[in-house]
């Protein structure tokens, strides 16, 4: 069965100051991976996919992510915070057959100005 | 199109009661999932319809869930006898059949509340 393990419950980090988010996964095969963002009381908006090649993978919103194999990890970064990416993110992993997502528990991003 | 859209946004209901929610995806995707989200977690996986058929279904959905896409378009989603356990957020989310899935388009949610 597949898992997500994201460490850090919360996170608060300067306006400006870089950014990462820790992502783990467990799955037997070739992951699906993606980093989904969500404002309160909001439905979640993609912010990047790794489903092979490179992999370091740009996403919207000047975020990137880099699939670690061995480290079985997809950590999320972003160079220069801004106060407006305060929000929940939700790594979560896909199956190649089928299409089920399954989600780590979110790491809520408070931003300092 | 603007995207997924989920009806109601709220609803609150009393223990017991019947409540129906509705989901209208992105008119080109053929698949269409429900997932569930409790406060303070990551949303949880209850099902997913390609076109008309159901596929698949957790083990969270239980007897007093049930989904449907009658004509591959929009879905709803009733939940019968409702129970304090039920309260949640209630997601849908539309994408086209392609190899891996995922990238999904999520609705705004239907927050419940059973009191």
């Known amino acids: 069965a597949q898992s997500v393990t994201q460490p850090d419950i919360h996170i608060t980090v300067s306006e400006g100051a870089s950014l990462e988010l820790r992502c783990n996964y467990s799955?037997?095969?070739?992951?699906?991976l993606f980093w989904y963002v969500q404002s309160p009381g909001q439905g979640l908006q993609l912010l990047l996919k790794?489903?092979?090649?490179?992999?370091l993978v740009q996403g919207i919103k000047g975020f990137e992510a880099e699939f670690k194999r061995s480290q079985s990890s997809f950590n999320l970064r972003k160079p220069s915070v801004h106060w407006s990416d305060a929000a929940e993110y939700f790594c979560?992993?896909?199956?190649?057959?089928?299409?089920?997502?399954?989600f780590g528990g979110g790491t809520r991003l408070m931003v300092k100005p | 199109d603007t995207g997924v859209s989920q009806d109601p946004r709220h609803k609150i209901t009393k223990r017991g009661q019947n409540v129906t929610f509705r989901c209208d995806p992105i008119?080109?995707?053929?698949?269409l999932y429900w997932y569930r989200q409790t406060l303070g977690q990551g949303p949880e996986f209850l099902t997913y319809?390609?076109?008309?058929?159901?596929?698949?279904k957790s083990r969270l959905l239980s007897d007093r869930f049930s989904a449907e896409r009658p004509k591959g378009s929009f879905s709803t989603l009733e939940i019968q006898r409702t129970e304090q356990g039920d309260s949640a957020m209630y997601l849908c989310?539309?994408?086209?059949?392609?190899?891996?899935?995922?990238?999904?388009?999520f609705g705004s949610g239907t927050r419940l509340t059973v009191v």
């Open positions: 799955y037997g095969a070739t992951p699906y």
């Open positions: 790794y489903f092979s090649g490179d992999t």
């Open positions: 319809f390609q076109n008309e058929a159901q596929l698949e």
């Open positions: 008119s080109e995707h053929n698949r």
């Open positions: 989310a539309s994408s086209l059949a392609v190899a891996g899935g995922g990238g999904y388009t």
């Open positions: 979560a992993v896909g199956a190649t057959a089928g299409n089920m997502l399954t």
